[in-house]
């Protein structure tokens, strides 16, 4: 997810239409529906939330929060590689956390 774009498998929901030509950002919520596919999708949604709230009691900051959810870790770090989906392993996930 990043600020006007959301992954919603199998659907990348996206607030303006100028994303549609952006393609880190397109790249960016691809990485989630890969990850969403993974953990069965709804155990996603369930973890993204534990996960921002775990880091917002660490950090008592929504952004450092955000920012610091393994997904948005893995999605943000591998976002400008238009090849990362073609190479990357299975639950790659996991070791952001
Ligand atoms: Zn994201």
Redesign the pocket.
């Known amino acids: ?2 600020v006007g ?3 919603l498998y199998p659907f990348i929901l996206l607030k303006e239409q100028r994303f549609k030509y952006d393609k880190a950002f397109i790249n ?2 691809r ?2 529906l890969r990850q969403q596919l993974e953990l069965l999708i709804l155990p996603f949604y369930l973890l993204y939330l534990l996960n921002y709230l775990f880091n917002l009691l660490r950090y008592k900051n929504h952004h450092k929060a ?1 920012m610091n ?1 393994a ?2 870790r893995e ?2 770090r591998n ?1 400008h590689n238009f090849n990362y989906l073609n190479t990357r392993k299975f639950c790659t996930f996991l070791s952001y956390f």
Request: aromatic share 18%; no cysteine.
């Open positions: 997810m990043r774009g959301m992954a960016h919520e990485i989630h955000y959810i997904f948005e999605a943000y976002e």
